[in-house]
């Protein structure tokens, strides 16, 4: 069945999509097409960033010295938890947390 008036939906032919090509291209003395060659230009932050980011992969993602430290302070029963500290942490936190909340709340208003 053939629907009249109705452009196909897809077409085997593809329309130029790159306007470029119609443009004329210089040609070096050896015949190829002339290559305009990119440039990228770090700066001295990108480049401290990727030695401070390669340094933190090398680290190894378990620190065993201090496993084995807190597992003889845990047997020998010298470690203590401070409850106390923990809990002023957390509710510095979540002070913390209600000040950056209310303040992004102001700025949607």
């Given at each position: 069945?053939e629907?009249?008036?109705?452009?196909?939906l897809?077409?085997?032919?593809?329309?130029?999509?790159?306007?470029?090509?119609?443009?004329p291209?210089?040609?070096t003395?050896?015949?190829?097409?002339?290559?305009e060659?990119?440039?990228v230009?770090?700066?001295?932050?990108?480049?401290e960033?990727?030695k401070?980011?390669?340094?933190?992969?090398?680290?190894?993602?378990?620190?065993?010295?201090?496993?084995?430290?807190l597992?003889q302070?845990?047997?020998?029963?010298t470690?203590?938890?401070?409850?106390?500290?923990?809990?002023s942490?957390?509710?510095?936190?979540?002070l913390e947390?209600?000040?950056?909340?209310?303040?992004l709340?102001?700025?949607?208003?």
């Open positions: 069945m629907i009249s008036g109705k452009p196909p897809f077409s085997l032919q593809t329309p130029n999509l790159y306007k470029d090509d119609a443009l291209v210089d040609v003395a050896s015949g190829r097409p002339s290559i060659n990119d440039t230009d770090l700066s001295v932050n990108t480049n960033i990727h401070m980011v390669r340094k933190v992969n090398e680290m190894p993602d378990v620190r065993r010295d201090r496993i084995e430290a597992k302070r845990i047997s020998s029963g470690y203590r938890i401070k409850s106390e500290k923990i809990a942490q957390l509710i510095g936190e979540t947390n209600n000040t950056i909340l209310s303040q709340d102001a700025k949607e208003d």
